[in-house]
């Protein structure tokens, strides 16, 4: 019966544990890890990073995404999206802060 325990206390100890992805290093990896998990979820194309600026916990990423293709290009639809990450790059919140038409410019 110990011979038993030992065997399961052996095979609990050395069992992997869950890996954590890296911390993400620089607002390049932060911009990539956006833009990953943006496609992800919204199925739309990204287009580029507007801002990227480290936040207390982590990241803040504005991403344009194109949302409408239409013809010819410059009336097509972009959004940009604000981006939360953690330190490790995970998705924290999106949300769309900016809806606009490719050809238009800036206010």
Do not use: F, N
């Not at 038993?4 to 544990?17: E, F, G, L, N």
Request: proline fraction near 7%.
């Amino acid at each position: 019966m110990a011979e038993q325990r030992r065997k399961r206390s052996a095979q609990t100890s050395t069992a992997p544990q869950p890996r954590r992805t890296p911390p993400v290093r620089g607002p390049g990896q932060a911009a990539e890890a956006a833009c990953q998990s943006l496609d992800g979820l919204l199925g739309h194309p990204t287009e580029g990073v507007s801002a990227v600026r480290r936040s207390d916990d982590g990241w803040c990423v504005v991403v344009d995404v194109l949302e409408v293709p239409r013809i010819p290009d410059t009336t097509s639809l972009l959004a940009s999206y604000e981006v939360q990450l953690d330190a490790d790059g995970e998705l924290m919140e999106y949300r769309r802060v900016r809806r606009y038409r490719r050809g238009a410019a800036d206010e």
